[in-house]
């Protein structure tokens, strides 16, 4: 039922040729293929591009029987892979094929957990290929990535005009398929204000296209009034703020960290802005993976509360 509603995963792309990328990676994808064979491939690149579409379309156009491994869930204990990936990995398919472990965030793997996968790689390579995908390459140790061919997935200058123009003509065929009317420019610009991030450009098209129409109200919609927040913080009412958190239900976390990112200079000290730059970005991290966003939130504006001054 969740798959037949969300946009993002009713058009997720199912084949190589509905994948958006630069003519150049596509070519490379595309040979694989051809050649009918997955090499282990690390996938490197922002949120939202594609990279773990990408990785289960190769799969299913070489019919490799594949799983899953969420690497910011399950896949941080060592009992993950003792188990069910090694169980995984040893037995043969159905028919015979190679088999494709997908690593989903691999860099939020602890230590030991990626040292015992630099084992599993060597010791089932003959029958299984291994497909991972990160944000922060950095994080990752360096005998694992040479274990991997890296694919990264940030799209240069040249290529943008290219992959926006891609990206352009679904986001249309998309909200044709909907019925949803649209103004063009309208959508030119959101492509714009979140590429490369595509998946959040579908759940923003999808949350405001309930009324049947997208135009240019959207981006009023999308302004977040933070003046209420900044005066909790100013006055150190913290059990203020934690009620404000509580009560934003439909609150976009990357909305408010942008919108305190691009308006600090008119509330905070100069001093303090370096500070509220290195709280957002470890905010920004912690929130891929912490059990509760509501309690993540409030630790990232009570920080701000306590070492950030504001004028």
């Known amino acids: 039922m969740y798959d037949e509603f969300v946009f993002v995963e009713k058009y997720r792309p199912k084949q190589i040729e509905e994948c958006i990328l630069p003519t150049e990676a596509m070519n ?7 050649n009918g064979y997955i090499p282990n491939l690390l996938f490197t690149g ?3 591009i594609g990279k773990t579409t990408l990785a289960i379309v190769l799969c299913r156009e070489l019919d490799y ?6 690497c910011s869930d399950e896949g941080r204990f060592l009992d993950t892979f003792r188990n069910k990936v090694a169980s995984f990995c040893v037995g043969i398919s159905i028919d015979g094929k190679r088999k494709c472990l997908i690593l989903d965030e691999i860099d939020n793997l602890t230590h030991d957990v990626q040292s015992l996968l630099r084992g599993f790689i060597e010791k089932y390579s003959s029958n299984c290929s291994f497909i991972a995908t990160c944000n922060f390459p950095s994080r990752l140790m360096s005998p694992l990535v040479s274990r991997f061919a890296s694919v990264e997935f940030d799209i240069s200058s040249a290529d943008k005009k290219e992959v926006i123009l891609k990206t352009y003509k679904r986001v249309c065929q998309i909200l044709a398929l909907e019925g949803v009317e649209f103004d063009k420019t309208t959508v030119s610009k959101l492509i714009v204000k979140f590429f490369p991030d595509f998946r959040r450009l579908l759940n923003e098209l999808q949350k405001y296209s309930s009324g049947g129409k997208i135009d240019s109200g959207i981006f009023d919609a999308m302004t977040l009034d933070t003046d209420e927040l900044i005066k909790m913080l100013k006055d150190r009412r913290w059990n203020d703020m934690r009620k404000w958190v509580a009560s934003q239900n439909n609150l976009e ?14 509330f905070m000290k100069n001093d303090s802005l370096p500070q509220l730059v290195l709280s957002i970005s ?9 059990m509760d966003k509501e309690i993540n939130m409030v630790a990232f504006l009570t920080q701000i509360m306590s070492e950030c001054e504001f004028v």
């Open 28 to 34: 490379g994808m595309v040979k694989y293929i051809e």
């Open 282 to 290: 470890e905010f920004q991290y912690r929130n891929s993976f912490v």
């Open 253 to 266: 976390l990357h909305t408010l960290t942008k919108t305190l990112y691009t308006n600090a200079a008119e």
């Open 65 to 70: 029987e594949h799983m899953l491994i969420n």
């Open 46 to 48: 922002s949120a939202g």
